[in-house]
């Protein structure tokens, strides 16, 4: 699927190591992967569910419904390998209007590589080109593993939090860019 078949810009950013794009729907057993990864605390409707949903062929459909955008969640392409490994992007932020939010996930094969900070960085630095001032990230606060990532990119913890009684507390962080 490329941004001329939907008449848009499709952001693609490289790194040292990774090339950040749109899903393709053919990836969709990596997406399914990582829903199948998850921590039981994620909720249950970001999780496989005992029935197998959403299935690869769900995952494939909602690739291809949903056509690249300037903000949205990239594939992390391991370059050289063109192993996807994950995603990082920027999301509607729940915390201020306008002001987006920074997610990223990683198969667990792909931890420990510093994937999710190099990803980030560069994510960082479009949101920054098109002048964003600020950058939100949340992070349950049992992940340890997210919150050490987004503490190397600069995030601060704000003092926000929610708290849910089976899934723990979800903490908000900022960065100025």
Not at 34 to 50: G, K, N, T
Not at 73 to 84: M, P
Not at 126 to 155: E, I, M, P, Y
Request: with cysteine; proline share 7%; glycine share 8%.
């Amino acid at each position: 699927m490329t941004s001329s078949e939907h008449g848009q810009h499709a952001p693609t950013l490289r790194t040292a190591r990774l090339l950040l794009r749109p899903w393709r729907p053919s990836e969709a057993s990596v997406m399914h992967e990582l829903w199948s990864e998850r921590d039981p605390r994620v909720p249950p409707h970001r999780r496989i569910s005992a029935d197998g949903r959403p299935t690869v062929a769900e995952l494939a459909e909602s690739i291809r419904s949903h056509p690249p955008a300037s903000v949205g969640l990239l594939a992390i392409e391991v370059l050289g390998s063109r192993d996807v490994v994950g995603y990082c992007g920027l999301v509607d932020g729940r915390a201020f209007p306008g002001e987006p939010e920074l997610a990223f996930e990683l198969l667990r094969r792909a931890w420990g590589q510093g994937f999710a900070t190099e990803a980030s960085l560069a994510v960082l630095d479009r949101a920054r080109s098109c002048g964003h001032q600020r950058v939100w990230a949340t992070v349950w606060d049992w992940n340890t593993a997210s919150r050490r990532v987004l503490a190397k990119l600069g995030f601060h913890e704000t003092g926000r939090y929610e708290v849910h009684p089976d899934r723990g507390t979800t903490l908000f962080t900022s960065r100025r860019l």
